[in-house]
C-alpha cells in the first residue's frame, strides 16, 4: 500500500501526508521542520480535514450488579398525639388557661383537640393547692387523671372561688363553668387547666 502512495505521490508528497495524517489524528501541533512552504500548506490544509473526525459510537456495554442493601435506619421519636378522626388518643393531655373579671363569672374552656367521650367532670383545685384527688399537678404544671378535667387557681382576688361554684358542665369539645366572685367587680381570677382523655 505504502509503494502505491509513494507512487502516486513521489517521495515528498508521501511525507507530506503521513505528517498531515498524525496531526490530524493526534491534534498534536508542531513545526513542520524540513517542509516547505508549499508542504507546510498542504499538511495544515490535510490536518484540518480529518481533525475532529469521531468514529461511530460503540454499543452500551452489559448492567452492573445491584449494590448491597443498606442497613435499616433507627426509630424515629414518637410524634405528638393526633391520630386519624380528629380525637385525642386515651390517656393523652392537653391543657389552656382561664380568666374571669366578673361578680358572676362564666368561662368556657374549648378543648383544641376533642375528645371521643365526654369527661367525668371538673375538679377546681385552689390557688396554691397541689396534688388534690384526680388532679395531681398544680397551677404551674397543669396534669388531670384520664377521664377527668382539672381547673387549677393561680391568681384569685376574690376568696369565695372556687367554694361559691355556681354551675359546670363537660363535653367532648369543652367545659363550662359559672363562678360568683363576690366583693367589687375590680376582684379577677384566673390560673390553668388540663383534660385527659378517657
Same mark, same amino acid.
Given at each position: 500500500m505504502l509503494s502505491r502512495l509513494h507512487n502516486k505521490l513521489g517521495t515528498a508528497g508521501l511525507v507530506v501526508a503521513v505528517v498531515a495524517l498524525v496531526a490530524a489524528l493526534t491534534g498534536v501541533a508542531f513545526a513542520a521542520g524540513g517542509l516547505t512552504k508549499k508542504q507546510e500548506k498542504r499538511v495544515i490544509a490535510i490536518a484540518k480535514k480529518y481533525a *475532529?473526525?469521531?468514529?461511530?459510537? =460503540? %454499543?452500551?456495554?452489559?448492567?452492573g450488579d445491584t449494590g448491597p442493601k443498606g442497613d435499616t435506619g433507627s426509630q424515629g421519636p414518637e410524634g405528638s398525639p393526633w391520630t386519624a378522626g380528629g380525637t385525642l388518643p386515651s390517656g393523652k393531655t392537653e391543657t389552656g388557661a382561664w380568666t374571669i373579671f366578673q361578680k358572676t363569672g362564666q368561662v368556657a374552656l374549648s378543648f383544641n383537640i376533642p375528645l371521643a367521650a365526654a369527661p367525668a367532670?371538673?375538679?377546681?383545685?385552689?390557688e396554691g393547692e397541689? *396534688?388534690?384527688?384526680?388532679?395531681? =399537678? %398544680?397551677?404551674?404544671?397543669?396534669?388531670?387523671d384520664k377521664g377527668h378535667v382539672c381547673v387549677y387557681v393561680a391568681t384569685n382576688t376574690a376568696p369565695t372561688i372556687p367554694a361559691a361554684l355556681i354551675q359546670k358542665s363537660v363535653y367532648k369539645s369543652g367545659a363550662v363553668f359559672l363562678a360568683g366572685l363576690g366583693g367589687e367587680i375590680t376582684e379577677h381570677a384566673e390560673g390553668?387547666?388540663?383534660?385527659?382523655a378517657p
Open positions: *475532529g473526525k469521531q468514529g461511530p459510537q =460503540g %454499543n452500551p456495554g452489559p448492567k367532670g371538673i375538679t377546681f383545685v385552689g397541689s *396534688g388534690v384527688t384526680n388532679c395531681p =399537678g %398544680n397551677a404551674a404544671d397543669p396534669q388531670a390553668t387547666w388540663a383534660v385527659t
